[in-house]
């Protein structure tokens, strides 16, 4: 069986700030975790949030970012507002003028977007509407292996895969890729479903195109690896 996918983690200098705004931007509550803190989704989104404590520094734009949907413009400039009421800031990454996606950066950089209303492509979503990837078609396909969601999305080298449960997309867009600048601040962990053994699963997403690394921001006990784009990635320990 598949593993489930459990956690979207943050590294930041901050965990507990980033904690803090990320729960009031989506109203989910929060637990503490050793240095961290998890958000608990309150909605369909299906994995938690962690933000863990690092030393890295933050190096170029993120190859991953949340994509947040609303439901008029009157609900977007809410949402944007309550953002930057929270500590979020206006980002330019290029989106130009004409854009109407709102594209914010949190209190430590990382980047999301405020998606405009109507969005077809996320029409049947919730607030999570993506977690939007830079990446090759090759790993979406892998990540459709590795979780076992099927493709929703396969063209001009574009894809997206989603929970057959439902909740947010995950999406990659295709070369060019952006250069790789060190350690992602965003990677996601993953869990055995039940009695899985951790090892076999790690030697399952290897014959996918994955690798083991030496080391990586992992939980004890965890499996730091990286998918064959060369994001990294956590195999957990079988809860």
Not at 105 to 124: M, S, T, Y
Not at 179 to 187: A, D, E, F, M, V
């Amino acid at each position: 069986m598949s593993p489930r996918l459990a956690a979207l983690t943050f590294s930041g200098h901050q965990p507990r700030l980033l904690g803090d705004f990320w729960g009031g931007v989506l109203g989910w509550d929060s637990v503490n975790e050793g240095d961290g803190v998890v958000l608990l989704p309150s909605d369909d989104t299906g994995f938690r949030i962690r933000f863990v404590p690092t030393q890295d520094a933050k190096a170029g734009q993120n190859p991953m970012h949340l994509d947040l949907t609303s439901t008029s413009l009157e609900d977007q400039q809410q949402r944007v507002a309550t953002a930057l009421t929270l500590g979020a800031r206006h980002l330019d990454i290029g989106q130009g003028a004409e854009a109407t996606h709102v594209v914010l950066a949190d209190p430590e950089g990382n980047e999301f977007c405020v998606i405009e209303p109507g969005n077809r492509f996320l029409a049947d979503c919730g607030l999570v509407g993506a977690l939007a990837c830079d990446g090759s078609q090759a790993v979406g396909y892998f990540w459709s292996e590795a979780l076992g969601w099927p493709l929703v999305w396969d063209q001009d080298q574009e894809t997206a895969i989603r929970s057959p449960h439902g909740g947010p997309k995950i999406t990659w867009g295709g070369p060019p890729l952006m250069p790789k600048l060190g350690r992602n601040r965003l990677h996601l962990d993953l869990e055995p479903v039940g009695v899985g053994d951790q090892g076999r699963e790690a030697e399952r997403l290897v014959s996918l195109g994955a690798h083991r690394l030496d080391e990586g921001q992992c939980t004890s006990g965890a499996v730091p690896m990286a998918d064959p784009d060369g994001n990294e990635f956590c195999l957990l320990p079988p809860g």
